[in-house]
C-alpha cells in the first residue's frame, strides 16, 4: 500500500508491504503548502502545481495502488482547501482526505511507538512533540491513554509572520506560551519519562549531529539519535552564520529559513519541559496510516 502525507511544508510518501512489513519505497519533497497562508488565506496556485509535480514525479518510482492520503494543518485553514484537493485529484487521481488534529497525533504515535519498540527503548509514558509547517501537534501517550493538543504555530507560518532574526527570537518566545499549560499538565499529571521529536527539524539536526547532510540522509540513521538543547544551539549557532547556499547544502533548498524558526520552537519545548535529552525518529504520519492500514487487513 502507499501512504500519502501533505504536510504544510512537505508531502511524504512511502510505499508499504504489509505482509514483509517491510518499507519498499519513501519519497519526500518540500512543496511549501503554507506559503502565503498567513496572508491570503489561501493555498496558492504555484503551491498546487508544486503538489501535483511532486505526485506524478513519485509516480515515477512507487506504484501507486491501495492509496491512502491525508492532509494536515495547511488545508485545514484554508478557505480553498476543497477547490485544491478536488484539483490535485483531477491531475494525479489522488484524492486528499483532511484529518483532525487528534487523528494526527494518532498516526505519528503509532509509527513512533514501532520505532522505539524496534529500538528497544523501555519507558512507561512518551511525551512527543511534532513540529510541523502550519501547526505543532504536542502528545503524550501511555499504554491506556493518548493526549494530544495541536497548536496553530509551525515553522513555515512563522517564518512568514517574522521578517528578522531578531523578531523571530521575540515573536516565538509570546506565541508558543499556550504551550506551557500544556506542558505542565502532561508533566503533574502523567510524568513523562521520555522525551521524543519527529518531523522536519528534529531530524535535520540529529542528521547533522551524526554528520549526515541533505544528500546523504539515512532516516534508519537517524532513528534513535538523541539531541540536548546544547546541541540545538550549537547547530543554530552554525547554520547563522552560513551564507543561505551553504545552509541549503546541508538542510535542503527552500529550508535554509525554516530550519531557524523550527530550532527556536523545538528549544522552547525543551525549556518548559525541563527535558534534558530528545530521542529523534524519522517516521511519523506516513509510516502511521501504513501501519494502521495493515492492522486492519
Known amino acids: 500500500m502507499v501512504a500519502i502525507d501533505l504536510g ?13 512489513k517491510q518499507i519498499l519505497n519513501r519519497y519526500e519533497k518540500i512543496v511549501r503548502t503554507a506559503e502565503n ?18 505526485l506524478n514525479e513519485a509516480k515515477q518510482k512507487i506504484s501507486f495502488e491501495n492509496v491512502v492520503a491525508i492532509t494536515t494543518e495547511a488545508m485545514r485553514q484554508a478557505k480553498n482547501s476543497k477547490e485544491v484537493i478536488e484539483q490535485i485529484k483531477e491531475a494525479t487521481g489522488v484524492e486528499f482526505t483532511i484529518v483532525t488534529p487528534e487523528e494526527e497525533a494518532y498516526y505519528t504515535s503509532v509509527a513512533v511507538e514501532d520505532i522505539l519498540k524496534k529500538l528497544n527503548k523501555q519507558y512507561k509514558c512518551m511525551f512527543l512533540a511534532d513540529i510541523g509547517g502550519g501547526s ?8 491506556k491513554e493518548l493526549l494530544s493538543e495541536s497548536f496553530k504555530i509551525g515553522i513555515v507560518t512563522i517564518s512568514q509572520k517574522y521578517k528578522s532574526i531578531e523578531a523571530l527570537e521575540v515573536g516565538i518566545k509570546q506565541d508558543v506560551k499556550p504551550f506551557k499549560d500544556f506542558i505542565n499538565y502532561v508533566k503533574q499529571s502523567y510524568r513523562p519519562d521520555i522525551f521524543v521529536a519527529s518531523s522536519g527539524t528534529p531530524t535535520t539536526i540529529a542528521a547533522l549531529k551524526i554528520g549526515l547532510d541533505y544528500a546523504t540522509y539515512d532516516p534508519e540513521k537517524v532513528n534513535g ?3 540536548t538543547i546544547d546541541d540545538l544551539d550549537y547547530w543554530m549557532d552554525k547554520l547563522l552564520k552560513m551564507e543561505m547556499r551553504h545552509r541549503e547544502k546541508l538542510v535542503g533548498v527552500g529550508r535554509g529559513d525554516l530550519i531557524v524558526s523550527g530550532i527556536m520552537i523545538f528549544k522552547e519545548i525543551f525549556r518548559m519541559g525541563e527535558f534534558e535529552k530528545c530521542i529523534v525518529v524519522d517516521n511519523g504520519v506516513r509510516e502511521g496510516i501504513a501501519l494502521d492500514y495493515c492492522k486492519q487487513l
Do not use: F, G, H
Open 225 to 227: 539519535v538523541e539531541v
Open 136 to 143: 505543532t501537534e504536542l502528545i503524550v501517550k501511555n499504554r
Open 37 to 54: 497562508l498567513v496572508t491570503n488565506k489561501e493555498i496558492s496556485e504555484e503551491a498546487t502545481q508544486r503538489i501535483i509535480e511532486a
Open 8 to 20: 504544510s511544508n512537505t508531502i511524504r510518501i512511502v510505499e508499504y508491504d504489509c505482509t514483509s
